[in-house]
């Protein structure tokens, strides 16, 4: 009892395997379509978080302006060289502190960098963080008293 014959057999090999050549061809072509897809979804989620970032940083720059602009001043404030008055343009700061300041700096000198202001009593690091792109140290002597940083 035969089912096929030899010619038929010669046949349903053949199209298995054009079959199985097809899906050789479809698997390639899957796996480096995907390869593609995947690349470009990787570079779509790198542009858009450093298009987020840049804006995030935009955002930052321009709020800094904001409160400068708001407390009326141009530029960050140099804490070497401002006075009481100028001192207490900034938030947090009162006559008592502006004072602090001032007597640190004629006692010990120079702030060489704005951190330097925790070495005098009564500012700590949350104070210094509200001033963060308010204020300078410049110890250069050539600036005027009372200016602001360039």
């Not at 570079?43 to 720059?61: H, P, V």
């Not at 141009?74 to 008592?96: C, K, M, T, Y």
Request: hydrophobic share 40%; charged share 25%.
């Amino acid at each position: 009892m035969k089912f096929f014959t030899t010619s038929e057999k010669h046949i349903l090999v053949f199209l298995a395997l054009l079959l199985l050549c097809g899906l050789v061809v479809k698997q390639g072509r899957d796996y480096f379509q995907r390869s593609t897809v995947t690349n470009k979804v990787l570079q779509e989620d790198i542009s858009a978080a450093f298009q987020e970032g840049y804006q995030r940083y935009l955002e930052t720059a321009d709020s800094g302006a904001e409160i400068l602009w708001a407390i009326g001043l141009e530029r960050p404030l140099d804490i070497n060289h401002a006075g009481i008055d100028e001192l207490q343009v900034l938030p947090g700061i009162g006559p008592v502190l502006a004072k602090k300041i001032v007597v640190y700096r004629k006692k010990n000198g120079y702030f060489q960098t704005v951190q330097d202001l925790t070495k005098v009593k009564g500012i700590g690091p949350k104070l210094l963080m509200r001033w963060e792109g308010l204020i300078a140290a410049t110890p250069n002597s050539s600036v005027k008293r009372g200016s602001t940083v360039e």
